[in-house]
């Protein structure tokens, strides 16, 4: 079996693209330089991990967002770096065919479980069954013998758009099904994938899954703020919202605070590494962040419209961990306050979605 | 006789289960089972009528635009909304590469493997492939070198065993026609083809922030403001960008996608005879060219909005969204009035009610309910949507363009129009599909840019955006035209909250189970007679159903908001 590098050289790519490959891997798992050549050696020899993939109460939206691979290609990660023994998206083999390949591959064991969608669990299940078994079912066969389990989306990760009030199937996310098996979480909606493919490469270079914070996120990922890495946060700093969509602020990518932008509240690497090949990302296309890959985002980052009431003000340096689980509700109206403040400094005399200004709080840079 | 049951039907997005009853290898009787559903409109109930574009859009993530602009405008109908000339042309142009990317995914990497036998590929000499490649199209990637390279890959993967999402396939089936030259080269395009809906995509970045699911949808207009003399709105560079990628998706689809779709199916024209299905086929029409309500008028449409009933060419009927109503005497839900009436969308009730083998099972209770997904029917009549309906109602219409474009796929075939109504007919009427928005993609962005040239920069209106401006009560739906057909949402707003909101979506209209009349949906009509030479390996279900391009997440959309009976939560 020719490896990752040998083919990529039959096809004239060098061994120096290939290193400067792995070293903008390096840079994005945040690891020293000095590593570049350990993720090298472990790409070109790698014996293809076994992945079962696993869709549940999902929309593909992740399965899409994994077609979008770009480093490694899409191909090579399907065809050349994984083998992907199941996916019921891009497989050839269906009905009981593509449930062998699922048992073979379980029967082997040491596979990486990748799961998309969360698992209902009102009225026994019945809301998702594949072959006629339960997604809970499938769950429970599947990660007795899995390595380790990938949750791709927030759906999986936390239960998603069906745990959304009032939650009508009982979805949850595979963390609250799953014990004793090392998770990584991706959220997002979906995940972007960068991240997916970045998490495949750690863990083969490795042999392990990345650093994760308290909700499972890899820090390389998720360790920042939007807020902190967002193109837009001078705009911020100094005071210039955007207060209609269309208007000269909006226009001149002014801040998106005012317009409901979750950024503050979101931990996320979008502005860093942006989407679809650095293309773009939301906010930088002009609508505020919606919060995505935190837990609840459906009903803990609402209004769409409205700017985050409560938020405190803590540094750059923080992390999810030290911020703590519970985004929304946070105590210090600071933020808010900080931002009225600059608001009126500008002579603008609108404020479209006023919140109450709490007197006394320090403000985010004071 | 035999019942096959394929269950998880694969490379789909979403979970379907088919049974079939085969008798002297024929299938005599099929029954179609969305088997997933989540409640996503329930969970609408109560919200800002502003937001529920960003809930429906995640009813599904392959068709990642389509609730969002169906929501936007169904608010828009019910608020009496109107969005700016920019809006609705950068509307269109995500929706168009939508349809292109979403077409090509489809044709190769859903559809391709029911028609070409990978095993097979390794047989090919890629010199001759490399002179067939060239002999049907100037696809630039068309040398020996390059077969050969792809064969070695291949070769590689079976020697190791580890064939991955290949293996177990259906390889070697005696339906399998192709010659080893065309197998190799329809792998080597499998694979560009990766590449291409990945690199073509950058359009909903640019456009909307990312894909899967874009984030600039407004109700009113777009988010993504237009400013010539800003680096951080559509400038002339990102006009300029946007004009390169819509070109090279025009160059695949006209040198790769219809070449090998035109390659593929003259080995296949026996499939031409197979899979017609209802012969009843519906369009609501797409492509505004001009700032209008769909709703209210389909004045300017590109393509027309219509019904063609019984294979009939020669006529065209009107469509009245409001003859739209759903039944669910074979679906896992109770309605008030009882099991057997169909009920119009703003009256529609949804309450689970599963009555199903309990899992594991093996086989279905298909005499009783069957599935999650309901039974939308026209005006009492069971209908097919999606490309095939659309170039039909377009042909019958007299579309200049549709025209010519079915003649010359017909004339390379050397067959008439009647071999449209079949499984081969559907998959290409897709690829039809594709040269013709590939090309009007570029028109639109050339309408936009003369657009802004005249000095319009404008995207939203923001006359209504204000909840304070809204009437106490209203009521609207917006109609689309997704990739796989008619879309329709309907929206109650009472005291600017969503009081109801129903969805009517393409393959539930495809897939859907019988109605109380005993009507087949279009997949179980379509099921009748096709051969299936072994049922242990049903090759030819998957051909028929996946000419439909299934997508299950979107049809086992769950209704009614106003169902106060879903709202308990439930957690084990």
Redesign the interface.
Known sequence: ??TLLE?LE??GISRRSFLTYCASLTTMLALPASLTPQIANALSKVD?PSIIWR???????????F????NP???DL???L????Y?????????R?????SDAAAKKGGYILVVEGSV???????????????AK?HLEELSKGAAAIVNVGTCSSYGG??A?????????GVPSLVSNVPIVNLPG??ANADNITATFVHYLTFGSLPARDQLGRPLFAYGERIHDSCERRAHFDAGQFAL???DEG????WCLYKLGCKGPNTFNN?PAI????G?????????GC?GCSEPEF?DAM????QHLPNVSGFGVEATADQFGVALVGATALAFAAHGVAKYAQHRITAEPAAQPVAAGQPTEED | MARV???????????LRIEAQVDAGKITNAWSSG??????E??LHG??P??AW??AQ?????C?TVHALTSVRAVEDALGIIPPLNAILIRNLITLSQFVQDHA?HFY??HA?DWVD?VSALDADPVATSKLAQSISDYPRSSPKLFS?VK??LT??V??G?L???????WGHPAYKLPAEANLMAVSHY?DA??F???Y??I??????????L??Y?VG?M?????PN????INAGTLAELRVILQKGLDFVTQAYVPDLIAIASFYTDWTAIGGGLGNYLSFGEFPTAATNLSKTDAGLFLPRGLVLGKDLSKVLPVDPLKVAEYISHS?YSYTVGNDKPLPPFEGETT?S?T???????QLDVASKYS?LKSPRYDDRAVEVGPLARMLVAYAAGHPRVKELVGYVLGQLKVGPEVLFSTLGRTAARGIESQLLAEQSLKVLDQLEANIAGGD????D?AK?DPGTWPARAQGFGLHEAPRGSLSHWVTIQNTKIEAYQIVVPSTWNAGPRDAKGQRGAYESALLNTPVADPE??LEI?RTVHSFDPCM?CAAH?LDPRGNE???????
């Not at chain 1, 994984?82 to 023994?85: E, Q, R």
């Not at chain 2, 991955?164 to 259906?170: C, D, L, M, Q, W």
């Not at chain 2, 909903?204 to 699911?213: A, E, Q, V």
């Not at chain 2, 800003?230 to 709105?233: H, R, Y």
Request: aromatic share 8%; hydrophobic share 40%; glycine share 10%.
């Open positions: 079996m020719a083919r039959a096809n293809k869709e549940f109460q999902d929309c593909a939206g992740n399965t899409e967002s077609l979008r691979s770009r290609g899409v191909a399907i065809l050349d994984l083998s992907v023994d996916h019921e998206t891009i497989m050839a083999a269906a009905g065919q593509a449930e062998a390949a209902p669990l009102k009225d026994d299940g019945v809301y998702c069954t594949i072959a006629g078994k339960t079912q758009i069906p959304a009030n009032p939650n009508p199937t009982g979805a949850v909606c979906p209609a969509f269309g909006h226009r001149k990518g979008c942006r989407w679809n090949g293309t773009s990302w939301p906010v930088g296309a002009g609508h919606v459906w609402g209004p769409l419209y | 049951v394929v269950d998880p039907i694969t490379r789909i997005e979403g979970h088997t997933m559903w989540r409640g996503i329930t969970i919200r800002d502003r937001e960003y809930f995640r009813i599904c993530g392959v990642t995914v990497h859903l493997l990978i390279a070695d890959r590689s993967f020697k190791a580890r991955g999402p290949f293996a177990n396939g259906y694979l990766l590449d809906q990945r690199d995509i950058r909903h970045s640019i456009l909307g922030g990312k894909n899967p699911h984030q600039t407004l207009g988010s993504v403001p237009i400013d800003s680096q951080a709105a896992w689970p599963y199903g083998p309990k899992p594991p099972y093996d999650w920069l404008r995207v939203h923001g955006w390996k049903p998957l997440a769950i879903l709202v308990e939560v439930t957690i084990a």
